[in-house]
């Protein structure tokens, strides 16, 4: 497989998870390796990351094959996301950072103007910025042309397994963007990474997916080969699935 670059690093796995809503960490565990991922975010503000008991965090997190990625859920405004990533750092020893600022309790989408604004102030304070956002192509070049090191456009509202809801917008934030583009938030099933890596995704980040699936394991497992498969793509008429040479006359 390929690989691909995020900042100075470079990775293979097309497949990025997340590390909550699952029942214990020992599950989440199970649930990383079986989906081969090598990007791993972590809610700052909803994990104890000073649990260091056999049950904790940390000894469930495999620092030899996974990148950690702090991310800033649950901050509304810019002070909160940027206060959230430098705890973040201090927490992790990890630099990257997946920047939200949320701008509807109620839907999660974000606020424009306040995640250009922290990704900002990051980037001048040295982090690897992977900004959450919007499915906004213009959105999208704003933060490239900040110097964000990949943008993480949404598929549907986060946690609502709709699928890819604007494959037309995100194709176009793919065509128009010099770094990586990784679809967040919302993907459901393993047919609907297969989308995105067709679309021209370089990655595809999911959570609730797994995790609130009724075998994590199984589903990580299942994401992870419909990332790698993708799909064939689509055509208006018939094609024949049998070859057309050999064929016996009439």
């Known amino acids: 497989m390929s690989s691909y670059e995020i900042g100075d690093r470079s990775f293979t796995s097309r497949l ?11 599950v989440m565990h199970e649930a990383i390796e079986a989906s081969g991922a090598e990007i791993v975010t972590v809610a700052i503000r909803r994990t104890d990351l000073n649990d260091d008991t056999k049950d904790g965090f940390w000894a469930n997190f495999d620092r030899e094959k996974c ?87 949404l598929a549907a509202p986060i946690g609502s397994g709709m699928g890819i809801r604007n494959p037309y917008n995100l194709k176009i934030i793919m065509e128009q963007s010099s770094i990586p583009v990784v679809v967040d938030a919302g ?7 297969a989308v995105a890596m067709e679309l021209g995704s370089t990655a595809v980040l999911m959570q609730t997916a797994i995790a609130g699936a009724g075998d994590p394991v199984k589903m990580a497992r299942a994401m992870r ?11 208006l008429y018939a094609t024949a699935s049998s070859p057309l040479e050999g064929v016996i006359g009439s």
């Open 16 to 26: 990025w998870v997340g590390s909550g809503k699952y029942s214990d960490f020992h």
């Open 67 to 153: 990148t950690i990625l702090p991310n800033t859920a649950g901050c509304f405004d810019v002070k909160s996301a940027v206060t959230t990533a430098r705890l973040g750092r201090e927490a992790t020893g990890s630099d990257f950072v997946k920047v939200e600022v949320i701008g509807d309790e109620k839907t999660l989408f974000p606020d424009n103007e306040g995640l250009l604004e922290a990704c900002r102030v990051l980037l001048d304070d040295g982090f690897t910025v992977l900004p959450y956002c919007i499915d906004d192509p213009v959105v999208c070049k704003k933060l490239e042309d900040l110097g964000c090191h990949a943008v993480m456009p």
């Open 187 to 193: 993907v459901g099933t393993a047919s609907d990474a």
């Open 225 to 235: 080969l419909g990332v790698e498969a993708g799909r064939i793509p689509m055509k």
